[in-house]
């Protein structure tokens, strides 16, 4: 790890790199992508492995940042595709919840005449 910046000798800080997707923020984070040579990091038949926080220090006088991976893995293995098989459970449930909340009201006022 470097003590003080290559470019001007200036001091670093510690930081992160803020990822604020889908309403929250994380930090991101570095995985080993078993297909990168893919162009669509998105693809769902991608596995991702060892998972590790970007660790980023920025220097005080000009400014440039530099972005290390963390020596300790956060995660072993995730797949995407489990990702999408968890959407379509909660949409599906969702729509059946709706429907008995929907349903119901309508049958009790149908079978009292």
């Given at each position: 790890?470097?003590?003080?910046?290559?470019?001007?000798?200036?001091?670093?800080?510690?930081?992160?790199?803020?990822?604020?997707?889908?309403?929250?923020?994380?930090?991101?984070?570095?995985?080993?992508?078993?297909?990168?040579?893919?162009?669509?990091?998105s693809s769902y038949?991608?596995?991702?492995?060892?998972?590790?926080?970007?660790?980023?220090?920025?220097?005080k006088s000009c400014?440039?940042?530099?972005?290390?991976?963390?020596?300790?893995?956060?995660?072993?293995?995730?797949?995407?595709?489990?990702?999408?098989?968890?959407?379509?459970?909660?949409?599906?449930?969702?729509?059946?919840?709706?429907?008995?909340?929907?349903?119901?009201?309508?049958m009790m006022i149908?079978?009292?005449?």
């Amino acid at each position: 790890m470097i003590k003080s910046c290559p470019d001007c000798s200036g001091v670093l800080e510690k930081g992160s790199i803020l990822d604020s997707t889908y309403g929250g923020i994380n930090t991101s984070m570095y995985v080993e992508n078993n297909q990168a040579d893919n162009n669509s990091i998105s693809s769902y038949k991608n596995t991702f492995t060892n998972w590790r926080k970007i660790i980023a220090y920025r220097c005080k006088s000009c400014n440039r940042i530099f972005n290390y991976a963390s020596p300790t893995i956060i995660k072993k293995s995730s797949k995407i595709i489990n990702n999408v098989y968890l959407m379509v459970a909660m949409i599906l449930l969702i729509l059946i919840i709706v429907g008995i909340i929907t349903f119901v009201p309508y049958m009790m006022i149908i079978s009292n005449p």
